[in-house]
């Protein structure tokens, strides 16, 4: 017999059953209900129903079949008018035989329905944060017994035949023959030797991607959003709870293939349980916040891997020891490590617990969707996802609300995932500050550097001038002091007395009342040299200067003479004729001649009267 597809929904008076049979015989086909039991029958697909809430046959039930669509839809009383069936979408619980819904244990202890009840409100108000003592495994039972692991401690053995693909699944070696206190151990190890504090300091500093990644909404963000709102207007909280979460056909269809079972749990496993769930929900929030909900080819391993009960197979004691746990794998492994997702992994995981067992089977059914089509991770969903997502929709919404609850209320500082943090932070933030300020200087003096390499250039260049001044004075000084010392002297009067002349100019020569400069026609620079009381040393930086040498020489009888006005022509004109200087009372006429020939400046004697 086929299970066909099915949906339910329901109003304050009617419960309504959808059931997709396209290949049935209209013509067989048998419906029986009553109570909470339903059976549909139409060949060759059968369905049966253990429903949450009574329903009756008054005359009101209605039933109509769409031939286009293959679909039956069967609207049926419900005894109460007005109640409220919790868990029609939880369809696994709801394929499941009334007989196996009440599953007891062969022996078991009778009591009066007082104590019974509050044992289970004592349930109820279990307080999550108490730190309880896990089960001492002695030598002998670890020694004759294997480990075991998976949904409720339920399994072992399981890794035996598994042996080559183990190393791909989970980080434990040997998981059948190590105790749970030697899991934790070699677990908090690892992590200590996998954290980087450059890829954590890294990501504290440069958060930009990490900022986008917090901004990001997931669908139980505005889930929660509208539950809390129907409730501040509504005090039907189960009602909002089904009318937010909504599943897919796929989802269904995934509901619709698991084998319903029923799991005896103790009360000490059972809380392993729920706080192993919440490892699980924090591992698959992350996952979908970092990935912008969009599954990527490293999502399972990204949630094995920041799981320690997939990667470990852990157990807990007490909600913080779960948040430890998780956010110390969250700066060891992943691409983001930063504080700050896993504090936002604790609110979402919260949200979606508040929300009830319909969103939390919504992520179970994504997680064994993921694990599914990934080669190596099936297993865990043989050992977990799988349980879980059966287990699930028979637990109570409000104990997961408080589960929830005490999830938010949990504090998880730095200080408690044990990798120093704040002294990295604040070692980093020193050594930031250092450098701003390193940067802060040498930008300062980058922008007073051309100021300076200008000065040092001009004063570079002075100085390789008055150098190269300096060597010529000091040759011709070697050459020019010995012979000729009469003839400065002689000229020295003649400069003294000529300090308020008109100014004379030839060949580049010129003096002027306090000033003599030289001019070159072949240079662009012009050096003017102050005329002292020492004329020896103003002869010597012209005979430095000059380029041209000047020569004094003897010209014969029969040139016209001239006077030092006479000579102001330009330094060409010069250059191509003699200028006649003086001429003497026995008429010998000296003049001045240019020579291409670099010579040293030649004086000749002269009388007073010349």
Known sequence: MITPAFELSQDPDFLTI?????????????VYFDGEDFKFYAKPYFLRLTLPGRIVEDGREKASYNTDKGIFTIQLPKEIPGQYFDGLDMLTALLAPKKARSAKPLVEEIGNSAELADEEEEEEEFDWEIEQTPYQETVESTLHLQCSYGFGNLKSGVFQRLQDELSDVIDLKDPDSTPVKERRQKRLAAEAAKFDPDHYLADFFEDEAIQLVLKYKPWWVDAYEKKMASQEGSHQEQESQTTFVVFSEEEREQLRKFTNKSYLLDKRTCHQVYLSLVDILLAYC??????GGEKNVESPWSIRKLSATLCWLETFSSVPDVLVSFGRRVLCYPLYRHFRLVTCAFSDAAMVLQLGKSAV????????????ENDPAYILNDLYISDYCIWIQKTKSKKLAALGESLQQAKITKAH???????????????????????????????????SELETSDSEESSSTSSSETEGSDSDEQESSTSEDGKINSLQGTLQEKRTAPLIDCNGLRRETNTLTLDLSNEKSKAPLQSTSVPGKLIEELGKQMQTAIKLSEQPEGLAATSYPALQEKGANCAAEPKILSQDPAGKVNTLDVSSCRNPLLFLDCTNED
């Open 361 to 372: 089977l919504k992520c179970l059914l994504d997680i064994h969707k993921i694990f599914r």
């Open 286 to 291: 992350y996952e979908v916040r970092v990935t």
């Open 417 to 451: 995932l044990g990798f120093e943090l704040e002294e990295l932070e604040t070692a980093a933030v020193l050594v930031q500050e250092e450098e701003s300020e390193l940067k802060a200087a040498g930008a300062v003096s980058k922008q007073q550097l051309p100021s």
């Open 18 to 30: 959808t059931i997709k049979v396209p290949y049935a015989r209209i013509s067989e086909f048998d």
